[in-house]
């Protein structure tokens, strides 16, 4: 942890809060963070008191020391919040955009200048170090800041470089995908109590089989196919069960909800867009 930037958090909600527990523990130390939101001041006090970052009372004041920049605002607010800053940002700064919707282009108009931006999608399993996070760099953001984004990143989880262009499929995806994950747990809990297993027992054995079966396909050559085949004896209980969910088209409707999430992302992103350039 020898990274002696300074970085200003403009925003101090759940990812920020995911990013900070990250930061501190793996890319540079509390006091190199300085955390700043619209105006809840007992929200930054919380988190100074548990991480020791520094608070500032204004965005401009945070921004003024920080090499490294992250937006994590809400996008509704990204206009207000870079004619705040815009002022204060100065060329050799890169920003980390946390904002769904919003292009590089866009916080590169709103900085006016050209400026390095990264733009993020991670996911709520940042808050336990397990993000599965897309990265994407901006006109004026070279390798070395690519790098240090991909850095910063990988202490909440792992991070993959990819074009702008495809990150409302990574949010349709990746960035949507843990809701997924939860949906499945809640009807496997639904089905534990219809068959009559104990709640708590039940948990326990699902959450276990997911682990399991995540680290298999993470420990494995095979193709997730295979793995199920192997688990699948002719005339069994699991063949059973997979009849059923392709009865239901299950395969189906998980490729229709990604592709659906997806559209949506790039709709909410036309929507935002658009309110900026009215703005």
Same mark, same amino acid.
């Given at each position: 942890?020898? =990274? ?14 995911? $990013? ?6 793996? %890319? ?8 700043? =939101?619209?105006?809840?001041? @007992? ?21 003024? !020391? ?29 920003? $980390? ?13 709103? /900085? ?7 733009? /993020? ?18 006109? %004026?953001? @070279?390798? +070395?800041? $690519?790098?240090?984004?991909? !850095?910063? %990143? ?9 074009? +702008? ?73 699991? +063949?059973?069960?997979?009849?059923? $969910?392709?009865?239901?088209? %299950?395969?189906? @409707? ?26």
């Amino acid at each position: 942890m020898n =990274n002696e930037r300074t970085i200003a958090l403009i925003g101090a909600g759940s990812m920020a809060e995911a $990013l900070i527990a990250g930061m501190t523990k793996a %890319f540079c130390h509390p006091a190199h963070i300085v955390v700043a =939101n619209r105006q809840n001041r @007992a929200r930054l006090e919380e988190l100074a008191r548990q991480y020791g970052v520094c608070t500032a009372s204004c965005a401009q004041e945070a921004v003024k !020391q920080a090499d490294i920049v992250i937006l994590a605002m809400k996008p509704k607010d990204v206009v207000e919040a870079m004619n705040a800053i815009a002022p204060t940002l100065r060329a050799h700064q890169l920003i $980390l955009s946390l904002l769904a919707g919003i292009t590089t282009e866009t916080i590169e108009r709103l /900085a006016g200048r050209n400026i390095p931006v990264v733009r /993020a999608m991670p996911n709520t399993s940042a808050a336990v170090g397990l993000s599965a996070t897309a990265i994407a760099g901006g006109r %004026f953001a @070279a390798k +070395e800041h $690519l790098e240090v984004a991909k !850095q910063l %990143f990988e202490t909440v989880g792992i991070v993959a470089v990819v074009p +702008e262009k495809d990150l409302h499929a990574v949010t349709g995806l990746s960035g949507s995908g843990p809701a997924y994950v939860y949906y499945l747990v809640e009807a496997m809990e639904k089905a534990a109590a219809d068959i009559g297993l104990e709640r708590d027992v039940a948990k326990r054995l699902i959450l276990q089989t997911i682990i399991g079966a995540a680290e298999m396909l993470k420990a494995s050559d095979k193709h997730p196919s295979v793995l199920r085949r192997e688990v699948t004896s002719p005339g069994g209980t699991t +063949e059973a069960g997979i009849g059923v $969910l392709e009865q239901y088209r %299950f395969q189906e @409707a998980v490729i229709a909800c990604i592709r659906r999430a997806t559209a949506r992302s790039e709709e909410l992103g036309s929507a935002l867009l658009a309110a900026i350039a009215e703005a």
